[in-house]
């Protein structure tokens, strides 16, 4: 049964909304990951559950384009409240404007969980914007509306993780040529309980409930950019590598098991656009407001790219230019030998969130320093 794959398990969710016999739910772990879980009663072992599994039968489109782009949205506005260069909002806004429906990732009501949802309208587009640096959620019933909509001739943007964008690949993408995605170039995803955590510890901290977050946020410029908490009564904003949450994704702390052997590096890529941070692009490009790394994998992709291309910038490069700032466009994260501890640590409630993080991440007196002159050089 599909349980055998927990190791490699992404939680995407599509074996539980294939399953006629309603016998898989996914369940949170010890960790704060989902994982199926079969009712043995239910099932009646048809294997439709591992014919449609992303890591057990990984899906491969045709998608040999490779064209390269280093991109950026003509509108300094869109930059600014977007993670990088503001490709995304183009493309989702380009959708929305053809009566069709762009799905992501968006923070829930009060911000302590990500959840994947449904737009068609240009006011909610903001909802999607920027990086979520958590694991977004992805409802059985998602599946079904997007189905739905298809079937309806809706054109569907779908935009998520590279394993995301394999396993509803697995569902839509041969029998419907108005479907259409987008994935990120992805670094991996943290435990949803490590966020939830970091927010209450910060909403305590504050004596105040989350109003707004953003881990993207630009005051000082794209290179050195904040992780923002508006509260109701204050405002917290930290460069995002002294943040504690910031920490603890660069280390790889709190990442899910199978992002540290993933398998949906490298490219050809399966979505038709990927977009993501150009970390090290040539200065002429660099104007430190956000440039965005986007390559088009397929034909529906091209033809996305021409539909804004009078509201952006953008030129073709070589392929090995996207290579050096972005190594997880090919490898997956270096596990953190001491991920185990910082996990049980973190259902201990003698430890806060903070405490943990910085346990496992000082750096010392002369590091910081060597740090600190490397930053300054970087100017």
């Known amino acids: 049964m599909i349980e055998k794959y927990h190791d490699k398990c992404t939680g995407c ?16 772990d010890d960790k704060g990951f989902w994982y199926p879980v079969v009712d043995a009663n239910k099932c ?9 599994c992303p890591v057990s039968n990984k899906y491969k489109l045709d998608n040999h384009l490779n ?36 799905v ?20 909610d587009l903001y909802k999607l914007q920027g990086s979520k640096y958590v694991q977004s959620y992805i409802e059985p019933q998602i599946y079904n509306d997007i189905k739905n909509l298809l079937e309806d001739r809706k054109r569907v943007l779908f935009s998520g ?6 396993a509803i ?44 977050a953003n881990f993207r946020a630009k005051p000082n410029g794209w290179k050195r950019y904040e992780l923002l908490l508006k509260f109701s009564n204050q405002t917290y904003s930290k460069w995002f590598n002294e943040d504690a949450y910031g920490k603890s994704f660069i280390h790889n702390i709190f990442l899910r098991d199978c992002c540290y052997t993933c398998q949906f590096k490298g490219i050809p890529r399966n979505a038709d656009i990927s977009l993501g941070d ?76 903070s405490s943990i993080v910085k346990k496992y991440t000082h750096v010392s007196l002369i590091k910081r320093v060597i740090n600190k002159v490397q930053r300054i050089v970087k100017r």
Not at 44 to 52: A, D, L, T, Y
Not at 83 to 94: D, M, V
Not at 182 to 205: F, R
């Open 278 to 353: 150009f970390w090290g692009i040539d200065k002429e490009y660099d104007d430190d407001k956000g440039t965005s790394l986007l390559i088009v994998n397929s034909l529906q992709g091209k033809e996305l790219l021409e539909s804004i291309s009078n509201e952006i910038n953008y030129t073709d490069i070589k392929i090995e230019k996207a290579f050096p700032g972005n190594y997880a466009l090919l490898k997956s994260s270096k596990y953190f030998e001491k991920r185990e501890d910082a996990f049980k640590r973190l259902k201990d409630s003698n430890y806060s969130f």
């Open 44 to 52: 009646v072992k048809c294997g439709r559950c591992e014919s449609i």
């Open 67 to 102: 064209m390269i782009y280093v991109a950026q949205n003509r509108d300094n506005n869109i930059r600014k409240n977007s993670s990088s260069g503001g490709i995304f909002y183009s493309i989702a806004k380009n959708i929305l404007d053809m009566d069709g429906f762009v």
């Open 161 to 166: 993780t590279p394993c995301q964008i394999n």
């Open 104 to 123: 992501g990732a968006a923070f829930s009501e009060d911000y302590h969980t990500v959840h994947h949802i449904i737009i068609n309208d240009e006011k």
């Open 169 to 212: 690949n697995k569902i839509f993408s041969k029998q419907y040529n108005n479907f259409l995605t987008i994935d990120i170039v992805c670094h991996g995803v943290p435990s949803p309980l490590t966020w939830k955590e970091y927010v209450i510890e910060a909403e305590k901290k504050y004596n105040a409930k989350l109003t707004k």
């Open 13 to 28: 969710n599509v074996c539980s909304s294939v399953c006629k016999k309603e016998a898989i739910a996914l369940k949170i």
